[in-house]
Each structure stands twice: as structure tokens, then as C-alpha cells.
């Protein structure tokens, strides 16, 4: 048990260090008028877009059938499609379930604050409109300065139980924002913007299922299956498309987190076909791939090339900034080197393999 209580330790250190390393900067530019006002608006029924470790979250009061409703029209997302309620570091998650298996309590211990969601049945109080209709509810609590000072006012208004539903702060299918003007650029000045800066882990947090007696990974992220293995004594199961009987998560959808660009993710060697079809045809494309595979694409003409970082998490981190660029490169398609099919890129893959969904049909 030492052991396994070490590694736990372990665990959460390595994901604390990398979730908060730029939060320092941000914890110095806390505006407490800024924060007060923005949980005034939130106790009033209103949304605001606050930035958190993962990416920024587009908030609404957890409890209110009516802020979670404008939430899902502002994005244009589904109803049946749940969100995550972030809580504040203080806050009870006793008071969201009907129960809190000690499983989850252990991950809560190991990873909270920082990017891990648990999925548990929600409590009978807590409005069906938040868990999309269904009998379970996401909940995590970030580690950002801006986002927990933001929660904890908010919780003090209500009796330290205020927790706001949060998904990503974009239209629904778009990449989602890493940067307050990247909220800007979805929404103008339509929603009240927290400005923390650039989001460290720049991909949405890992979502783990504990609602149904064991562990399931619904959605990977920064904290990996092994660091969850690590804590549980057992590695969760891994989705595989077989389990009918997972609740729905948000970001789960086969096709998500699209660029407006038509995007191809093929191996490498399926890449230069394409590069050089286009280059024959005379049109710009995109090319993201690691500079160790690139050779002659990087400087061949009509070709916008994109050194991809090589570790893991530095892509994760630059993924959603750099296809909102492309965005904006004025190029016919954005083509990308399909990464290693390991557990460490799991995260990346699973965000590129959706954004690669919504074209399919012109691969």
C-alpha cells in the first residue's frame, strides 16, 4: 500500500507541474472586481467565458435549467449533449452525487485541482438539463487562479455549493479557445470574457466513468491511463466502440473540434501523394507534420508548413491555437502526419482523429 500510495503522489505531482506551470503569471493579474462581477452575472442567470488549465469554458450556474439552456443555445449544441460542472477547490462534490465511491475520492485526491473529469450519478437535486437528461453528472474542479478565484466567489453566493457548467467556450464542432481572443473571435461581445491567459494543457480534460462500478476512460487527456492505474490499483478501460452502455461525455462525438479548413490526417507516406497532387494543381495547403518527416514538403513551393512539436504534450498544448491559425492561412486544406498509435499521443490522436471526421467524405 505505501507503494501504491507513492505512486498516487507521483501521479498528480507530474500532472500538477505540467497543468500549472503558467498559472503563476496569471495568479498576479487576478482582477477581484473583474472576478466579483463576473459571479454576479453568473448568480443573475448569465454567462461568462473563463479560462481554465484545459481550455476556456463558457459558464452558466450548474443548477439553473435556464443558464444551462442559454449555454447549449450559444453554442448551438445538442440538448442530449452534457457539460462538466467545475467546482471550486473547497467545494463538496458530495453535494452533486448520490454517491461518492471511494475510487473516486482517491482520484480526487491524487488530480483535483487540474484536468481530470469524473462522471458519477448525480444526485436527485441536481437539474437533469446539466447531465444532458441522464442519471450521471461530470464534475472537476481546475487548477487555474482566474477560473478557482471565479468558482469560489460564485460558491460564496450560494452557500459555498455553487458550481457552473462549463464546456468549451466555442460554436459546437469548432476547435475550441485556448485564449480569451479566441473566445472573442466566436462569440464578439455577446459573453463576459475572463482574461487568463493562454491555457497550459491546451486540450480538454481527461474524463473517467465511475458511474457504473469500474473504470472506464470516456475521453483521454493530460492525466494518462497509466497515472489513473497508478492511483486505482487497476488501469480503466479504454473505449473501444463496444461499450453500449457508457453515458454520453461531452467531446465524445465522432466528429468535434473541426477547424472550418478541410482537414486530411493520413500516414505520412499517404501525405505526399496528396502534397503533390495539390502542388500539380496549383493550390496552397497546409502541412502539419514532425520536421523529422517532413524533408522536402517543408520548403516546397505552395506548401505552408508547420514544424508539429515532437513530444506529446507540447502538441496538445499548441494543437488548437495552431488549426485556428490555419484557419486564417488561406490555404485549400490543412493535411497532417497521422502521429504513433502509443498511449502517450492517445490525447492528440483522439482530438485530431474527430477533427479529420467532419470531412471524411473528401478524403
Not at 507513492?6 to 500549472?20: E, L, N, P
Not at 439552456?69 to 452534457?82: C, E, L, S, T, V
Not at 441536481?126 to 441522464?134: M, W
Not at 501525405?271 to 507534420?289: F, I, K, M, T, Y
Amino acid at each position: 500500500m505505501p507503494d501504491q500510495r507513492k505512486s498516487a503522489q507521483d501521479a498528480g505531482q507530474r500532472v500538477d507541474a505540467a497543468a500549472s506551470a503558467a498559472s503563476g503569471e496569471a495568479a498576479t493579474t487576478i482582477d477581484a472586481a473583474r472576478i466579483e462581477h463576473a459571479a454576479a452575472l453568473l448568480d443573475a442567470g448569465e454567462l461568462v467565458a473563463f479560462p481554465t488549465e484545459t481550455v476556456y469554458g463558457l459558464g452558466g450556474d450548474a443548477e439553473s435549467a435556464d443558464a444551462i439552456a442559454r449555454i447549449y443555445a450559444a453554442k448551438g449544441r445538442p440538448a442530449n449533449h452534457p457539460v462538466i460542472v467545475h467546482l471550486a477547490p473547497e467545494a463538496d462534490p458530495n453535494y452533486w452525487v448520490a454517491h461518492l465511491p471511494a475510487d473516486a475520492q482517491r482520484l480526487i485526491d491524487a488530480f483535483w485541482p487540474g484536468p481530470l473529469t469524473l462522471i458519477l450519478k448525480r444526485a436527485a437535486h441536481i437539474p437533469a438539463a446539466v447531465s444532458g437528461g441522464q442519471d450521471s453528472v461530470g464534475l472537476r474542479c481546475p487548477s487555474h487562479p482566474v477560473s478557482q478565484a471565479l468558482l469560489t466567489a460564485f460558491g460564496a453566493r450560494r452557500g459555498g455549493h455553487g458550481g457552473v457548467a462549463g464546456p468549451s467556450a466555442n460554436r459546437f464542432g469548432h476547435v475550441s479557445p485556448t485564449t480569451a481572443q479566441h473566445v472573442r473571435d466566436e462569440f464578439g461581445g455577446s459573453v463576459y470574457v475572463l482574461d487568463g491567459g493562454a491555457s497550459e494543457v491546451g486540450i480538454e480534460s481527461t474524463i473517467i466513468d465511475l458511474s457504473r462500478g469500474f473504470p472506464a476512460l470516456l475521453r483521454p487527456g493530460h492525466v494518462t491511463p497509466q497515472d489513473i492505474a497508478d492511483v486505482l490499483g487497476e488501469a480503466p478501460r479504454l473505449p473501444d466502440g463496444s461499450d453500449a452502455t457508457a453515458p454520453r461525455a461531452s467531446g465524445t462525438l465522432k466528429a468535434h473540434y473541426a477547424p472550418r479548413t478541410p482537414l486530411a490526417l493520413l500516414p505520412f507516406e499517404e501525405l505526399e501523394s496528396l502534397l503533390a497532387e495539390h502542388a500539380a494543381n496549383g493550390q496552397r495547403v497546409a502541412l502539419v507534420a514532425r520536421s523529422s518527416r517532413a524533408g522536402r514538403w517543408a520548403d516546397a513551393p505552395g506548401v505552408h508548413f508547420v514544424a508539429a512539436p515532437e513530444d506529446p504534450h507540447a502538441y496538445a498544448r499548441e494543437l488548437y491555437g495552431l488549426l485556428r491559425a490555419l484557419d486564417s492561412a488561406h490555404v485549400t486544406r490543412i493535411l497532417i502526419e497521422r502521429l504513433p498509435e502509443t498511449i502517450e499521443w492517445i490525447a492528440v490522436n483522439d482530438r485530431l482523429g474527430r477533427a479529420a471526421a467532419a470531412f471524411e467524405a473528401q478524403h
